[in-house]
């Protein structure tokens, strides 16, 4: 079953594959140190094959969604 992420909500990656490709014109396969276990970022957009646009501060790459869960905001106590 595919998961789907609202685009501009928050995901957590929870898996790093074995390379990421960046989200540009002409993606390229990058290795998967760019990113961390735990970093969040911003959905983008959503792609064939059930692949994310997401958004990290070191930038922008195409993740399948078996990598990455949505951060649901959880009320302060």
Known sequence: MSKKFPIG???R???LPEYIKTNDP???LRPPGLIHLGEE???LDRYPGD???VSFASGSFLLD???IESVED???M
């Open 9 to 11: 909500s928050k995901v």
């Open 13 to 15: 990656v929870v898996a």
């Open 26 to 28: 002409m993606p390229m």
């Open 41 to 43: 970022g911003t959905v």
């Open 51 to 53: 692949y994310w646009g």
């Open 65 to 67: 969604s078996q990598y």
């Open 74 to 76: 959880t009320p302060e």
